[in-house]
């Protein structure tokens, strides 16, 4: 039976993120991570399957933590615009944290299901804060291009395909009273 170390698991996600910000996605390797935590390679394998589900880990324990603030913060917003702006400059900071990480997925030497676990909670929380935000201000909108409204947020924080002027004017219209 494997030996279960207390907060170890913790210990393997602050290591393993600790590389990926510092390092890049290139220096991630078990073998490095065990290495750096102090532990046999294999030990790792007690508590993850994979490369992969460390990762995925490690951004989403981190999108959730910003995530947290954002909810935390969004109340306070005088305006939905006021709103998208703070959820757009969240999404822009996470996206230049693993900036090294999203560049190799977008050259294909990343995993893409590591992507696309963070890009489903990410949308999603993205969805709820719209809520949020037009509850909030009582206003009317079609909910079916929510997720469209998300994807584009994303999509220019990250890549910068689409200026924030652009969607501060799509979301001033798409939000009208």
């Not at 993120?17 to 290139?26: V, W």
Request: charged share 25%; glycine share 4%.
């Amino acid at each position: 039976m494997p030996k279960i170390i207390d907060n170890l698991r913790d210990t393997i996600i602050s290591v393993g993120r600790d590389i990926l910000l510092n390092e890049g996605y290139s220096e991630f390797s078990i073998r490095n991570l065990a290495t750096r935590s102090g532990i046999a390679t294999g030990t790792i394998y007690n508590y993850f399957e994979s490369k992969v589900q460390i990762i995925t880990n490690i951004l989403i324990r981190d999108w959730n933590a910003m995530s947290a603030e954002l909810e935390d913060k969004l109340p306070e917003v005088s305006s939905v615009k006021e709103g998208v702006c703070m959820i757009y400059k969240a999404v822009e900071k996470f996206s230049s944290m693993y900036g090294g990480f999203f560049r190799a997925y977008s050259t294909g030497s990343s995993p893409i299901e590591i992507v696309k676990d963070y890009h489903k909670i990410v949308i999603d929380n993205i969805n709820s804060f719209l809520d949020i935000m037009t509850e909030k201000f009582e206003i009317k909108y079609d909910t079916k291009i929510r997720t469209l409204i998300a994807e584009v947020i994303v999509s220019s924080a990250s890549y910068k395909i689409i200026s924030y002027e652009n969607i501060e004017a799509l979301i001033e219209r798409l939000f009208e009273r």
